[in-house]
């Protein structure tokens, strides 16, 4: 009898947290127990998430951005299932197989004009990695610029350019040469850039960590210094880019033509873990210069077919849903019914971001009696109110969403690229009820706010990582 995976599911189910406890991580089980997100999921389709009762969750996370088709897309299952069928000869290695080529040649016909190759990984820390290889190597120096606030994986190299101190504490001494400028200060950027030995500055055109925007000033004279210097310019996509913020690639906003692109989440189509770097010729040949260093970076899985169809079958669907259009109308729709919780709510200070990448921003209320609940939440814990939106949002409306970085009232807002109006309304509905009990309300929240606070959420001096992406 070969392997059942439905009968292993249903014997084994409910084992779940006591597994993950014994086996595997212990503090997640213990953090999804003590916020009650400890559910047992047990399908997933479109913008739902469905669990072992039946009750249905609008999934705001989409699996930090992989679900862009939503979950269980049919053109990717169907996909997948015929290229299993085919017995496709996969990772013979020394091989030229077709399907990387046809994935990269739809990559690079969505790009500018002068990227022209493409290094195929499994995720987007080896494509940072990837990219800070590729940027010494083609500059022969040293030195690698980061944001603060940044993310860019959780590998040591990707690690070095973390711009937030939570991650990395303990995993030290990391990369040499990683210097942190803050995202938006041209006048930090140029100050680093001139020293002359900068090989790249690594950037998410709208950070993850916080839904944090800069102004088309910024980047356009991020770009210009980067030239003038020399500097090899890398826009990381791993989140923003396939179509989250309106655009294919979130840099076309600001009109960047970066020298090396970095993708990985949503080209996965949900199945097969794959990442992207995209560059210039010359970035890619200073690499791959001669016949002895054909392999000199590579990785076991990185072309591997189901990778590989996943990505093309994504593509695909992209254009045939109209997927990045989609996103831009059901972003401004979002954003539209939103305003006016920005209008009614003093909490509530701005939505940020684009597309369907959406930060909610709150902050210290202006009335007095308002002010002293806010107070005694940051008292607790900074930041403990964008944690207490998001519980109540998924307790009382079955809304799974994230805080956009910890110490940052932020909640962050990643749906499926799928999502429409139906989706939007849901949730705007949700957050108004819940931003209705935190402003005028049955001090529910305070309740919600203090329970969590005497428990998990407090630590002393350290802070759980509760946002990873
Ligand atoms: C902007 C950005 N870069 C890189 C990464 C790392 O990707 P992965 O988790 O696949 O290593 C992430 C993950 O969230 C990300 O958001």
Redesign the pocket.
Known sequence: MSFDVAKVLKERHGENFTLHSDLLNPQLARVLKTLGFDRFYVRGEGCYLYDDKGDQYLDFLAG??VYALGRSHPAIKQALHQAIDLDLPNMVQLDCALLPGLLAEQLVARAHEGIRRVYFCN??????ESAIKFARRATGRPRVLFCDHA?????TG?LALNGGKEFKEGFGPLLPGATQVPFGDIDALAAELRRGDVAAFVA?PIQ?KGVNVASDAYWQGAQALCRKHRTLLVA?E???GMGRTGKFFAHEHYGLEPDII?I??ALSGGYV?V?AVMCTDKVFMSVYSSLERAMVHSTTFGRNQLAMVAGLATLDTFEQEGIVEHTRETGEAFEAALAPLVERYEMLHAVRGKGLMLGLVFGKPESRSLRVRWNALEAVRTALFSQMVVVPLFHRHRILTQVAADNMNVIKLLPPLVAGQQEVDYFVAALDDVLRDAHHGSGLLMEFGTTMAKSALRRGGSKPVMA??
Request: charged share 15%; no cysteine; aromatic share 8%.
């Open positions: 930090f951005g995720s987007g820390t080896e494509a940072t993310f860019h994986g959780l590998t990707s998410e993850g990381d791993v989140q923003v970095t990985s989440k873990p990442g990873p992406a």
